[in-house]
């Protein structure tokens, strides 16, 4: 945590000594575990997918729905020992794998946790849920400790990622990043029961008025292969948004959604996840409440 430079931001702060961007210091904080039921299908296998949801985020997305973790910070304390433990937990009931959402600015510590819990005896792939913010630098210390990649692709242009999420190079990095775990993670790969072994994801969330350039984001994924397996959300929640611009203060249209739908099928993807219209009254989590996610077991 001395000179922190995890994320694309490069802020070089003591983290000892005072919290970086990110509203993270030194000490890991961990919002919740859960078995997360809202994944995508070959990410929820067996009882589901045990979810680590950590505190801080590089990016201030003025949408977030975790908000009371990601800009807030609220969590509790664990040392990598102790982190550990909780992933041992998860494998032992019945999660497919270990969802680490939002890891980078705790990678050393989560990395520590990771050689603890294969000697204890993790076999369950371990997955890194990314915003897509990354340093291709960060994302290669990860490689040989985590096997599937969810990555955000949020935004098909800098302006947008200025405008929502306070950094003026979110499309540059993410698709650094996102070309960077294709040469070797390649597509999605699952076992004989349909669930995910290895490989990458890349998750797109549909804004109103296709404020987020939907289009530049497939067709920059088609460019690189239509084997990747492409997500297309329809869970913004404008509820959650803290922001003057009017359009965001509406929820997406069917209409919105379906065209961006149709475009991956035009391009031809071999995989696209979707959901339904309802979705933005389903996933409402409240990290205030035991159970945040409501009907999922809470771990901690």
């Known amino acids: 945590m001395s000179g922190c430079n995890l994320c694309p931001r490069q802020c070089n702060v003591e983290r000892s000594r005072r919290a970086g961007p990110c509203t993270a210091g030194s000490e890991l904080l961990v919002g919740s575990i859960v078995i997360h039921r809202g994944e995508e299908p070959p990410l929820v296998g067996g009882a589901g997918s045990g979810a680590i949801f950590f505190s801080g985020c590089p990016l201030r997305c003025s949408y977030c729905q975790n908000r009371q973790i990601s800009h807030n910070a609220c969590g509790r304390p664990l040392t990598p020992p102790d982190l550990a433990s909780y992933m041992a937990k998860l494998q032992d009931s019945g999660c497919s794998n270990i969802n680490l959402v939002t890891p980078t600015h705790y990678t050393p510590q989560i990395l520590e946790a990771l ?3 294969r000697d204890l005896g993790l076999t369950i792939p371990v997955m890194v849920n990314s915003s897509g913010y990354e340093s291709t630098g960060t994302l290669r210390r990860w490689r040989g400790h985590a096997e599937i990649y969810l990555m ?4 098909g242009d800098n302006v947008t990622g200025a405008l929502l999420s306070e950094v003026p190079d979110y499309w540059d990095r993410a698709r650094e990043a996102i070309e960077e775990l294709w040469e070797w993670c390649g597509p999605l790969v699952v076992d004989e029961r349909g669930w995910a072994a290895r490989g990458l994801i890349v ?7 296709m404020f987020s350039n939907p289009f530049a984001v497939l067709e920059f994924l088609a460019g690189i292969s239509l084997d990747i397996p492409v ?3 329809s869970q913004y929640n404008p509820g959650f948004y803290q922001g003057g611009i009017g359009e965001m203060k509406r929820g997406i249209l069917p209409g919105e959604y379906s065209v961006v739908l149709e475009r991956a099928m ?3 993807f071999s995989t696209i996840f979707s959901q339904d219209m309802e979705a933005p009254g389903i996933y409402v989590p409240d990290f205030k409440q035991e159970a945040p996610f409501g009907d999922f077991q809470k771990l901690l």
């Open 115 to 117: 050689e603890i819990v």
């Open 152 to 155: 955000d692709l949020k935004y």
């Open 203 to 209: 998750r797109h969330l549909v804004l109103p008025g």
């Open 231 to 233: 997500s297309i959300m």
């Open 266 to 268: 035009e391009l031809g």
